[in-house]
């Protein structure tokens, strides 16, 4: 696999788009493919399929204004028509905390445009809190 730069900037964008609300970038970046997903922080939020993702974006960032994403340098590679990135911007809550996030997302080419397949967007917790004691990191 190779570093891409493209998948980068398509990350940056991304946390661009939630900061602003432009949900229409996720009409155009998410792939109208079967088996397209999109994974959320809350335990409801599992999406599957094209429609329901849309709708569900559109109306979370209808829902939740006022925060920011701040993207940070991710991991973005490929290989033909696959890719991916990792990253950890930093959520912005309107009152100035934040709250630091992972984000990835798994991508296929669709005639010449990366097309997002697979989304997550999660908080990590502590294996301490988790599990009741530390492990190796």
């Given at each position: ?10 990350y ?14 996720f ?7 079967d ?15 094209y ?7 559109r ?9 920011r ?10 290989e033909?028509?696959?890719g ?40 990590g ?13």
């Open positions: 696999m190779q570093q891409s730069s493209e998948l980068q900037e398509l940056r964008q991304s946390c661009d788009a939630m900061s602003s609300g432009d949900h229409g970038f009409e155009r970046h998410f792939s109208q493919r088996g397209v997903l999109a994974i959320g922080t809350d335990p409801a939020e599992w999406w599957s399929g429609a329901t993702i849309s709708r569900i974006f109306e979370q960032m209808q829902e939740a204004g006022g925060f994403i701040l993207a940070d340098s991710p991991e973005a590679y490929c033909g028509t696959a991916w990135v990792a990253g950890r911007p930093t959520l912005m809550l309107p009152d100035g905390v934040q709250v630091p996030v992972r984000l990835t997302a798994v991508f296929l080419k669709e005639e010449g445009a990366w097309k997002i397949v697979q989304w997550h967007f999660s908080t917790i502590a294996n301490k809190d988790l599990l009741g004691e530390t492990l190796s990191t």
